[in-house]
């Protein structure tokens, strides 16, 4: 009897299962009740500058990918030069001046169900170009302005088509706070790029001298010129290193004494400026005295 009543409850059990597995589990049920068209899409963000020079073109696109959707850009003080065959990039030409020096890039996601996203804007300060007339001979000459806490006084001389000698990154911080002579070097090249940037490949700086011991120090930077006032500008973003090495030296007293670890050049042109670097005087101690 006991037998019976356990073969019973195996049927009943085994009728029970398929049961149900005939039926739809919960997952199943909500795919199939799932539609793209339900999926309200939002542009989650957009790579590319919000700072761009007229005249320049400049590519953007969207920071995520999502399967099945397209994307569609239109500009306001700017031109759409180009659109990928994906949708997801694309080129901007900034070709004319904004009354207020903002140009405007929208761009939308419309996702497999056809739903199209509300437009995100990317808002881009366009900065006037004015070309160099006479090419790097219009920078030659002796500039000056600010670096660190220290009047920066930098000479530019001619090299060729595309590059420019720089003497004086740093001179007057390495000496005075710093605490070190120059004795050898002091003259970098900088590459001068047609759209209004400027970069300084890493190489040697110069050698100081501290305690009786030479030092080698490299260079590495890049910036932006201006040639639309009265005279040619410049705003260099630059780090000095310990030969070999790949921390700027004066990353271990910032932001204690510098907002960012590295040193920047904000400099204008000015030929009736002479070198006067050595003969100013320190706001702040040298770490190395």
Known sequence: MKNKI?????????????????????????????????????????????????TFSYTYEPTY??????????????????????????????????ANDTALIAITETNSGGVTSDAFVVKVKVN?????TNGMADLVGSWSGDDAWYDSEITMASGDATSIQVTGFNAGFIFDWWGEDIIEGGTVAMTVNNDGTVVIPRQYLFTTLYDGDP?????????????????????????????????CYIVPYSPTYLPNPYFTADITLDDAKSLQIFNKISLKPSPRK
């Open 6 to 54: 356990i073969a019973y409850m195996a049927l009943f059990l085994t009728a029970v299962f398929l049961f149900v597995s005939c039926g739809k589990s919960y997952i199943e049920e909500n795919q199939d009740a799932y539609s793209a068209s339900d999926v309200v899409p939002v542009v989650l963000g957009v790579t590319g500058s919000t700072l761009a020079l007229q």
């Open 65 to 98: 990918n999502r399967a099945g959707s397209t994307w569609s850009w239109s500009a306001t003080d700017a031109t759409i030069s180009s659109v990928s065959e994906d949708t997801r990039k694309a080129t901007i030409l900034f070709d004319v001046l904004p």
């Open 128 to 132: 006037q170009f004015c070309p160099l």
């Open 215 to 247: 030092y080698d120090y490299e260079i590495d930077g890049s910036g932006t010129w201006d040639n639309c006032g009265a005279s040619p500008t410049m705003i260099i973003d630059y780090s000095v290193y310990y030969e070999g090495e790949d921390e």
